[in-house]
Each structure stands twice: as C-alpha cells, then as structure tokens.
C-alpha cells in the first residue's frame, strides 16, 4: 500500500491511495469466517455455512468496508507523518472513477482531495498600540453602589404620596375617542416604578399623586418595548396592533423602599468573619471590589477589540471549493448548496479565529492543563461561597466537588474555555502596546457596549 499527495495548488491537494491485494485479503478472509460462524441462513445450522456461500453473498460489502477501513488508516497516517495541516477531513476526488474491479478483485486505487490549512503571519506586536480603558473609581461612583446595596438589603414600605423613586401600583383601563372608560375594553393592574423610567417629564406626572388620583398617560412612555408594554396591559403583544394610546391610570398603592442603616446588621449580611464594621471600611471595600471588576471588565474589552482587529487584518485565503464540499458530504442532515451558502462567511470567519488561536497557543506554546482546570473550578466555587457570605471547605473537600463537576461534560468544557480565554488575554496583554487611560463609568459603558 501507498499513498501519494499531489498538490493542487496552495491550498488544495489530492491524496492517492493504492492497495493490492496483500493489504486487504487476509482481512477479508478474517471478517467472512466471523460471518460464516455468526450468520443464520434458513437450510444451515449457525456455523456450519460453506464459506463459499458468505463470500458470495457478504463478499462485496465485506471487501468494501475492509477497503474503507485500510484507506482512513493510510489517510490519517500519511498526515499524520507528514505534519499536513488540514481543513476538515479528506473526501473522495469530485468525478473520480476508482481504479479496481470489485467482481475480480486485484489492486485498487482511491483518489481524495484535502484542503490544506493556509499560511499567514499574525499582525500584532509591541508595535501595535491598543486603548485599554480603566474605570475611575470616584465618589460618585463608590456613593451610587453603597446606596445600591442599602437598596437591596432595604424593605418596601406603604406611603402616601408618589415619590421620584417610587413603585406605583395601580390599574390603566383603555379610554374611547371620548376620554371615557371604554366599555369592554382593556382593564388591568400593574406597577409602575418610577425609577426605571428615563423621561423624566413622564415622571413629573406622577411624583405627588395619592392613592385613588387617576391620570391619562400612553403605556408606551412607562414601558421598554412591545413586550413590556404587553405584560404592563395584560394583553399579548398581538393585541398591540392597532390599540390606543389613551389610558386611565388610577392609583391604588404607593410602595417607598426604606434603605437599609449602615449598621452591623448590614455589614453582616454583606460579609462574613466581621470583614467589615464601619461605613469607611465598607467604602473601601466597594472600591476595591469595583476595581476588581472592572479590572476584568478591560481585559474583556482588550481581548474583544483584539480579536476584531486579528479578524480584519489577518490575510488569510481558503479552500471554499473544498470546504463547501466537505460540509455537504459531512452535514448529519442533508443540505442544499443555498443553506452552505448563506452561513458560509460565518463560518469561514469562526474557522479563521480558530486558526489564529490555534497558532497563538502553538508558536507560544500555551496550553490548559488539567491542573489549571481544577484549580480555576476551585477558585469558582470559593467565590459562589463568598456570594452567600459562606465559608469556603477545606481543600480536600473543594478538589474533591471541583473534581466531581469536571466529569460533566459541558461544565467542563466551558471551564477549559474561560481558561483559554484568559490565557489568551494574558498574552494579548504582554504582546501589544497597551495605552491605559482613565475613564468615567458611563465611558466606559459606552466603549464596552460597542
């Protein structure tokens, strides 16, 4: 048996494999005994089939798969050996007519094209200069999380006037051209928090109502889109066709949330161990963590504009013949050359990140091991029990539940992933120039949504 790679071009190339009757007909032998003492044919007892008969009858299809069989293994060896960098996996030579005669069966010659994996230099280095936005954590911004926390761990109370924060509960009932209830027509309760709502003049309609004040306001102006608009009317989002914008609004309950005191109470339920006993600890503790966050907050944003910039800097050509080919003959389904078409430039641009990480992780030889893996999991779990103001176990407990959560499948592979992740920023950020600026919260909102 041989196997010859004739290239094509750069890209494309066509592997050939010969095989004579050495390389095959011990096995076909083998696999037609296994049939002749294992098939029940009506007229003999198991076992007792001539073995004539099997071959006349299994032969073919047992020469076919042994055939199969004898090419995958060249195929895989040969590029294995010859350290080929391929795209997919080989298919059978468009309009090829295999050479060999499987009523008389001698030699035989099978021709498959691969797709080679293309050439290219990555385009970052110390030269290549990238914003990397880090939050200025000011009073504001420390002032605006505390008082977030006091809200979270506050209560509601009744009040009885609306107030600029304030959750109103009350009923809408649909108004006819006459600014009358409309008999029959849309009635239902829902709350309204003030808080929410960014029209500001919307809210000055509010502020100072009682209970029983009633008000014409349009739904959409307290809601976020259809689907939102829909649930505050208790209606489907279809019943939104051509409905009015004319409601009656009538207050019935006014909720106040009442801050929690920045108190050991509060610090209690906030930390555990007595982390924090005082208003100046808990805001430099809210720093801190703040910092942190954002801190990973800029790296996703270093590696996202990275990974944009590799994307559309990075020359690299491909196979489309070959590859539309392979994902027709591969596809579980069938699929029509317009489906191949449609998603394709998505997933040459998924197979061209691969390729980039692929050869950062080689050149530079990262790599996630095992050990990495478990001790990320650990490290996730202390922080979940730190969440719940919870003691992390001891170390043999925690290996153990991290061990145990690497069996399943897909935890594990998004663990391994998260890892790749941050090995990838970490070498994004030792490789490029990185041009650290201080910015606002709602800046860097603004460059993170982009």
Not at 250 to 273: C, G, H, R, S, Y
Not at 276 to 291: A, I, K, P, Q
Request: charge should be negative; include cysteine; charged fraction near 30%.
């Amino acid at each position: 048996m041989n196997v010859f790679c004739e290239n094509s071009d750069a890209l494309n190339a066509v592997l050939t494999v010969k095989i004579n009757q050495d390389d095959y007909q011990n096995k076909v032998k083998v696999s037609l005994e296994k049939y002749r003492k294992t098939a029940k044919i009506p007229g003999f007892r198991p076992g007792n089939v001539p073995f004539s008969f099997v071959q006349k009858q299994y032969g073919k299809s047992v020469l076919a798969e042994e055939l199969n069989k004898i090419c995958s293994e060249a195929l895989y060896n040969f590029i294995s050996e010859n350290k080929l960098e391929v795209l997919g996996n080989p298919i059978p030579k468009a309009d090829y007519t295999v050479v060999g005669n499987f009523e008389n069966p001698s030699d035989f010659e099978f021709a498959f094209e691969i797709g080679l994996s293309p050439f290219f230099d990555l385009p970052i280095s110390s030269r290549t200069n990238f914003d990397y936005p880090i939050v200025k954590i000011d009073k504001a911004l420390i002032d605006k999380q505390v008082e977030d926390l006091r809200r979270r761990y506050g209560k509601l109370i009744s009040v009885s006037v609306v107030g600029e924060k304030d959750m109103v509960i009350g009923k809408f009932e649909e108004l006819n051209e006459s600014g009358v209830v409309k008999e029959d027509g849309i009635s239902h309760s829902s709350t309204i928090s003030l808080e929410f709502i960014d029209d500001k003049k919307i809210c000055q309609l509010f502020i100072g109502k009682e209970v029983n004040d009633c008000l014409e306001i349009d739904p959409s102006k307290v809601s976020k889109g259809d689907k939102d608009k829909a649930s505050l009317l208790g209606i489907s989002e279809s019943e939104l066709v051509g409905l009015t914008d004319r409601f009656k609004f009538t207050v019935t309950e006014i909720k106040k949330m009442e801050m929690a005191d920045l108190d050991p109470e509060l610090f209690n339920k906030l930390f555990a161990n007595g982390e924090v006993s005082s208003e100046e600890e808990l805001r430099n503790r809210v720093s801190s963590d703040l910092e942190k966050m954002f801190a990973s907050d800029s790296e996703r944003i270093l590696t996202r504009d990275v990974y944009n910039y590799l994307l559309k800097e990075t020359n690299m050509n491909f196979p489309k013949d070959f590859l539309r080919r392979w994902i027709k003959l591969s596809s579980e389904k069938p699929v029509t050359d317009e489906e191949i078409d449609s998603e394709f430039e998505a997933y040459l641009k998924s197979l061209k990140w691969q390729l980039i990480q692929t050869r950062i992780f080689k050149d530079n030889n990262i790599q996630v091991s095992q050990e990495d893996a478990l001790n990320h999991t650990k490290g996730l779990l202390i922080g979940n029990y730190a969440q719940y103001g919870m003691p992390a176990p001891d170390d043999t407990e925690l290996t153990e539940t991290a061990k145990r959560l690497l069996t399943n499948k897909e935890q594990a592979n998004t663990i391994y992933d998260q890892l790749a992740e941050k090995k990838l920023t970490d070498y994004f950020k030792s490789t490029v120039n990185l041009k650290t600026k201080e910015v606002s919260y709602d800046d860097f909102v603004a460059i993170a949504s982009k």
